[in-house]
C-alpha cells in the first residue's frame, strides 16, 4: 500500500516514518509512504500557498491550486508506475513499489481531507481505508483551506475527534497509523491487530508482564497457568466486564450466546459481591 500525505511541514513526519512499527513497515516493503509540500507547487515566486478570505475575516487561507497540483502529481506519480507495471514485469514493480494485491486490477484510491468537520475517524473506517491500493491524506492549515478543496479534489473528509487543532498533520499521522497496522503483515507474527480492543467490538481483557508481583499487586494466576483454554475465557469474560462498565454503548449488539451467557455470570457475581 502506499501513503501519500500532502503538507506543508514534511519535516513533521521525519519521527513517524523512523518509529518501530512503521519504519519496519517500509523496510519490509507492505507500505510505502511520503510527503509532498503544496509549497512546491506554489504559483508565486516567494513560495505562497496562502491569501486572504473573500469576504473579509480573519487569518489566511491555504489557496487551492497548490493543493490540486500536489495531490494531482502524487496519483500521476503512482500511476506511471503502476502502469508501467503492466509493460514490464509486474512483479517487479510491485517490489519497487512496495504494492501488495491482485495483478492487472484498476488502481483503487481514497483521497482524504483531515478537517474538524468530517465524519469521525474509527476502527472500521481503518479497515476500509487499508483495502486502498493508494491513501493520499491531505493536511490543512493556516485558518483553513479554499473549500475548492473538500468540494472537487478529496473524496471524503475525516476528523479525529471534536476539536479543532492548528493543522491536519497530526490527525493525519493518527489515520495513517490506524491503517498501516490493518495491513496484513505490518504488526508482524503476533498478528496484535485482531486481538485489539476495537478491531471486536469489544474492550481488549487487562494485560501484564513481568514481573508477576509489584509493591503487592500480584499478576491474575490464570494467566501463569499456562492453560490456554482457561485464559482465553479469562479474557473473553474480562473483556466483556470492563466493556460494560467503560463502553456499555458497544453491546448494544445482537450478542452471541457464548457472550449472553458470560454477561448473565457477571452480572449474577455482582449482585452476590453487593449483597455480601
Ligand atoms: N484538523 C484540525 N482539527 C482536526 C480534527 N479534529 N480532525 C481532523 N483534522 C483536523
Not at 496519483?75 to 495483478?103: H, Q, W
Not at 471524503?156 to 497496522?181: C, F, H, K, N, Q
Request: hydrophobic fraction near 40%.
Amino acid at each position: 500500500m502506499r501513503i501519500d500525505i500532502v503538507s506543508l511541514f514534511p519535516e513533521f513526519f521525519d519521527a513517524f516514518f523512523n518509529h518501530s512499527i512503521i519504519k519496519r513497515a517500509i523496510e519490509a516493503e507492505r507500505l510505502s509512504m511520503g510527503v509532498t509540500n503544496p509549497r512546491d507547487f506554489s504559483h508565486n515566486k516567494h513560495g505562497q500557498v496562502d491569501d486572504t478570505p473573500y469576504g473579509g475575516g480573519a487569518g489566511m487561507l491555504m489557496m487551492a491550486p497548490p493543493i490540486f497540483e500536489a495531490v494531482e502529481s502524487v496519483i500521476s506519480t503512482y500511476e506511471s508506475k503502476f502502469n508501467a507495471f503492466n509493460l514490464i514485469d509486474r512483479a517487479e514493480v510491485c517490489d519497487e513499489m512496495s504494492l501488495i494485491g491482485t495483478p492487472n486490477k484498476d488502481i483503487r484510491r481514497r483521497v482524504v481531507f483531515m478537517g474538524p468537520t468530517g465524519t469521525p475517524f474509527t476502527q472500521e473506517k481503518a479497515r476500509e481505508l487499508a483495502t486502498y491500493d493508494q491513501l493520499v491524506l491531505v493536511c490543512g492549515h493556516y485558518e483553513g483551506v479554499d473549500y475548492r478543496v473538500e468540494e472537487h479534489l478529496v473524496d471524503e473528509t475525516i476528523s479525529i475527534g471534536d476539536y479543532v487543532l492548528t493543522g491536519g498533520e497530526l490527525p493525519a499521522m493518527v489515520v495513517a497509523d490506524a491503517v498501516a497496522r490493518m495491513i496484513p503483515g505490518v504488526l508482524g507474527a503476533a498478528g496484535g491487530a485482531q486481538e485489539d480492543s476495537f478491531y471486536e467490538p469489544l474492550l481488549e481483557a487487562p494485560q501484564y508482564t513481568k514481573p508477576p508481583e509489584f509493591r503487592g499487586w500480584s499478576v491474575p494466576d490464570v494467566l501463569r497457568s499456562g492453560h490456554h483454554k482457561n485464559i482465553a475465557a479469562w479474557r473473553q469474560k474480562e473483556s466483556l466486564k470492563r466493556t460494560r462498565l467503560l463502553r456499555p454503548d458497544l453491546l448494544e449488539r445482537p450478542l452471541t450466546k457464548e457472550e449472553l451467557k458470560i454477561l448473565k455470570e457477571i452480572v449474577a457475581e455482582e449482585s452476590e459481591q453487593l449483597s455480601d
